[in-house]
């Protein structure tokens, strides 16, 4: 019996994993390290990237195709304001309570209170050259640059410097007017844009067969590098952050998927499986959005326009695990450095991770730089961020998988009213 895509990325995630921990562990043990590196360098990590390069090559022209296509099947640009409405009113409360369990945690458990200054400095001396790299890019966090920044001068060049928020509005726009416009030529364009769609729609199907063995091959490259231990020292600051994860994901979206989205939580969590696992190997929400539009569509059942079109903008600016992780480590680097933030400075730091979250690019480590920039408001040296480069990649691929459950979580409360109504008719 052919075992079921979701079963077999399992098996991958697992098998990489017990395999990369065997070669980690036999590299502490005497064994030949340079085999195990030369093993990741050329052969398990170049595979893991060359998937997540296929999967990006597809992500440009299925968020412009399935915004496009979203918008001209929704038809009616009232229903479609509602739409847009409920989302941004959905996504802003479910960020907001990301956060705020954020927050709690880290101020019953504090782990950065007492933190050794000796071991912060070294930390932060030792992750240097990257602490810079990431400072030297980050983005600001202005309201009003934002919403100017969303508007593309030049769609083209959005495009091509992988700015999809540009390119989603831009998608959108062009959807509206195809809305407004019933013409032969309109009706042409229309269809070829469907078609395009159709195409990459399959192209992402073949990929997406190739998931269980880049699955493996990416935990494999991780853990045999990095080992089981991969939290080490600050590992109450990690714990931290997955228990506040597992809160948000495991507790508050069950509810707000029942309650809320009228679906069993179990039918949710076991429809959207492939695609978590996907987004916490790959750790990038618009690198598995191919995946998430897949099993919304086909597991969950939702209307493939709510979904496209839900989905499609929530890779770039739904990310509940971002804001989160980005408010608990704001307050965690402010106890390393002995700062007492007061509920003014905390609001102020809620505020600025939802704005940050909508802005962070949905790609691995894409909410480092907004994390600078909210050190910088707060007056603490944004090269703080050292402290936490050594735990970040498994963080990253946590927050990830809450990220794209989350968007999903959105998307099934933003379709009841469509489904209801077609149950009704």
Known sequence: MKLALPARVLIGFVGGSAAGAAAYWWTQHGGDAGVIAGLVETITLPAGQLFLKFLKMLVLPLMFCALVVGV??????????????????????????AIAVGLVVIHLVQPGIGFNPAIRDSL???????????????????????????????PFRAAANGDFLAVMFFAVMLGIALVLTRT???????????????????????????????????????????????LGQLGLYAFCVIF???VHMFVVLPLWVRYVGGMNAWFFFKGSEEAIITA???????????????????????????????LTIGASANHHG?????????????????????????????GLCIVGSIGTAGVPAGSLPVIAV????????????????????????CRTALNVTGDLATAVVVARPGRVAAAAG
């Not at 750790?283 to 839900?310: C, D, H, Y």
């Open 322 to 350: 971002t804001a989160l992780f980005e408010g608990l480590t704001t307050l965690f680097l402010a106890q390393c450095f002995g700062l007492d933030l007061g509920v003014g400075q905390q609001l102020a730091v809620l």
């Open 184 to 230: 032969a030529a309109t009706e042409t364009f229309k269809t070829t844009v469907q078609g395009l769609l159709d195409l990459v729609m399959k192209l992402m199907e073949l990929i997406i067969r190739m998931t269980p063995y880049a699955v493996a091959a990416l935990m494999f490259s991780l853990i045999a590098r990095f080992g089981t231990g991969i």
């Open 244 to 246: 506040a994860i597992a």
């Open 374 to 397: 909210i050190l910088g408001y707060l007056h603490l040296p944004p090269e703080g961020i050292g402290i936490i480069l050594g735990v970040d990649r498994f963080l990253d691929m």
């Open 72 to 97: 001209t099947e929704i038809g009616d640009i009232a229903s479609l304001g509602r739409i847009g409405w409920r989302m941004l009113f959905y996504t802003l409360l479910l960020t907001s309570i």
């Open 280 to 310: 916490f190997s790959t750790a990038s929400s618009t690198g598995t959005l191919p995946t998430t539009l897949k099993v919304a569509e086909e597991n969950l059942r939702l209307p493939p326009q709510i979904a496209r079109f839900v």
């Open 124 to 154: 932060i001396a030792a992750n240097t050259q990257a602490a810079h790299e990431i400072t030297a890019t980050k983005p600001s966090l202005s309201g009003v640059q934002i919403i100017l920044g969303i508007v593309p001068d030049n």
